[in-house]
């Protein structure tokens, strides 16, 4: 059963005030069976999303919520959520993010970028097909095939993502009919923990732990915010957590400190060749026995009758004499008493060895290191090959393998959503999504050749050992050992292996195929 709550603002102070048990909820809440068990705990369920806990003291009308854990509020999210989009925007950065968004979204005018794969999980063929369409619904609200590369870039840089589930509150039992995109800045996950005192031991028992989403249009700058319910809202992160296990953080947060290195050392190299570039000249002016300030004046009327300090803008066309400005680019003017060699002109050689960028190269090798991304995509003139490669790179093997990984990590935006669309239909039950979410997948459209050279090169070998050992099959090795240690099958391949076979054997028969 379905239960709605109805829109209202809530005042949160980031400080600390308190909130009436009056207030009520945006958006809808899915109702559930409390669990039987009796288990006491002093601590709240960890998790991996990053939502801040705040305690709040039961009993009474009012309950005191406290926004501000720790120095981890809402204000300091944003600001490193800012400095991941900022950083983003380095071109080497920007060129190693979309290598990694086009490895694991892949486009095509024939297949969708993702399908969902429901083949172990223990339903009959109408619930799959149910499933299927809804998840096929989801795909379309989300419009992933033209979003999809926005959608999962946003959700890589900033390290989460957060959209708001918009359903008809006269009708829930249609499900979820739009799907809003909401910025990671502005919103973030709080989880409140409901404490009771034990009247044996006197220790703080957890007693409840309820979720939900704070709103808010200016993060840190006002005390309005809106109040979310937790089903209403879906929270898909990155997975990786600060140090401290408090913060949720994005996979460009150790790609941080090599984008500002390189940042500094192409602007000093820019300054270095820009400074040391233009050969300057020294120039001796004998002032003979002139007084000081006589001599700093004479030097002066020189400086500005032979300098030239003509310069062309650019923008507007026109020719302006800066005489009255002294640039680090000057010639260098020295007095020189009698007795010297007189006046004297010489010339300073321009900098060298100024086509020298190792240093800048080796931050770049550095900041491709710490996103995951092979050394030789940096080098964009080398030719790909489409013929079969006498080896495979192992930096192309390992950024397979981390794909695959944030391939995983980012299916939960649908999972979740998925989740509560099939509950809302009533399609399926909660305790039904417990025991078989696991074995939920979602199957990505893939187009990394290496990735192909690898499967097709691992069967090869697998079917000559498998050719070569087919003889002793029956004498020293047993059918069962070939499929499991040879062929690496696992107990549900080969079950569904040999149903095929024999699926395909009955065809045959009856067809009387000979």
Same mark, same amino acid.
């Given at each position: 059963m379905i239960n709605t709550r109805r829109a209202e603002t #809530?005042? $949160?102070? &980031? *400080?600390?005030?308190?909130? !009436?048990?009056?207030?009520?909820?945006?958006?809808?809440?899915?109702?559930? %069976?409390?669990?039987?068990k009796n288990m006491k705990s002093i601590v709240p369920p960890t998790d991996d999303d990053g939502a801040g806990y705040v305690s709040s003291k039961v009993g009474g009308g009012h309950y005191g919520?406290?926004?501000?854990?720790?120095?981890?509020?809402?204000?300091?999210? #944003?600001? $490193?959520? &800012? *400095?991941?989009?900022?950083? !983003?925007?380095?071109?080497?950065?920007?060129?190693?993010?979309?290598?990694? %968004?086009?490895?694991?979204?892949?486009?095509?005018?024939?297949?969708?970028?993702?399908?969902?794969?429901?083949?172990?999980?223990p339903v009959s063929a109408s619930i799959k097909k149910q499933i299927t369409e809804e998840f096929e619904k989801i795909y379309n609200m989300?419009?992933?095939?033209?979003?999809?590369?926005?959608?999962?870039?946003?959700?890589?840089?900033?390290?989460?993502?957060y959209h708001h589930l918009v359903a008809d509150e006269n009708n829930l039992n249609a499900g979820i009919q739009e799907i809003r995109y909401v910025d990671t800045a502005k919103i973030r996950k709080v989880k409140q923990v409901k404490h009771k005192k034990d009247p044996v031991t006197g220790a703080k028992i957890v007693e409840k732990v309820d979720?939900?989403?704070?709103?808010?249009?200016?993060?840190?700058?006002?005390?309005?915010?809106?109040?979310?319910?937790?089903?209403?809202?879906?929270?898909?992160?990155?997975?990786?957590?600060?140090?401290?296990?408090?913060?949720?953080?994005?996979y460009l947060h150790k790609a941080l400190k090599p984008i500002t290195q390189l940042r500094m050392m192409e602007d000093s190299l820019v300054i270095y060749r820009l400074a040391r570039a233009p050969e300057r000249r020294m120039f001796y002016i004998d002032v003979g026995n002139l007084p000081r300030g006589k001599a700093e004046q004479y030097m002066k009327d020189i400086m500005a009758k032979y300098r030239n300090k003509l310069v062309y803008d650019a923008k507007t066309g026109e020719i302006r004499d800066d005489r009255k400005h002294m640039s680090m680019l000057e010639d260098f003017w020295l007095p020189r008493r009698e007795g010297g060699r007189g006046t004297e002109i010489t010339t300073l050689p321009g900098g060298e060895n100024l086509g020298q960028i190792e240093d800048v190269i080796y931050f770049q090798k550095r900041l491709y290191r710490s996103l995951n991304v092979p050394m030789n995509r940096l080098e964009q003139e080398q030719q790909f090959s489409l013929g079969r490669a006498t080896e495979i790179s192992r930096d192309e093997l390992k950024f397979q393998k981390f794909i695959d990984r944030i391939r995983n990590r980012f299916a939960n935006l649908f999972y979740d959503i998925l989740k509560k669309q099939l509950i809302m239909k009533s399609i399926i039950t909660e305790e039904d999504w417990q025991q078989w979410n696991n074995k939920l997948n979602v199957d990505f459209l893939r187009d990394n050749h290496f990735a192909e050279l690898k499967e097709a090169e691992l069967l090869r070998e697998k079917i000559q050992t498998l050719d070569q050992i087919s003889q002793y099959v029956g004498?020293?090795?047993?059918?069962?050992?070939?499929?499991?240690?040879?062929?690496?099958?696992?107990?549900?391949?080969?079950?569904?292996?040999?149903?095929?076979?024999?699926?395909?054997?009955?065809?045959?028969?009856d067809q009387g195929v000979v």
């Open positions: #809530a005042l $949160l102070d &980031l *400080k600390g005030i308190t909130m !009436a048990d009056s207030f009520k909820l945006f958006g809808f809440e899915i109702s559930r %069976v409390k669990p039987g919520t406290y926004i501000n854990m720790d120095g981890d509020d809402s204000k300091d999210n #944003a600001q $490193l959520i &800012l *400095k991941y989009r900022g950083s !983003a925007m380095h071109p080497e950065a920007d060129a190693a993010i979309e290598d990694i %968004v086009n490895e694991a979204i892949t486009a095509s005018d024939k297949k969708p970028a993702l399908a969902l794969n429901l083949d172990l999980v989300l419009n992933f095939k033209e979003l999809g590369h926005d959608i999962f870039r946003r959700w890589y840089v900033d390290g989460r993502i979720e939900f989403y704070i709103y808010q249009e200016k993060p840190g700058n006002q005390t309005a915010g809106i109040k979310l319910t937790a089903d209403s809202v879906s929270y898909c992160t990155s997975g990786l957590m600060d140090e401290h296990r408090k913060k949720v953080i994005s004498d020293y090795f047993s059918k069962e050992y070939v499929q499991k240690h040879v062929l690496m099958l696992d107990d549900d391949q080969i079950d569904k292996m040999e149903k095929e076979i024999a699926a395909a054997q009955q065809q045959d028969d």
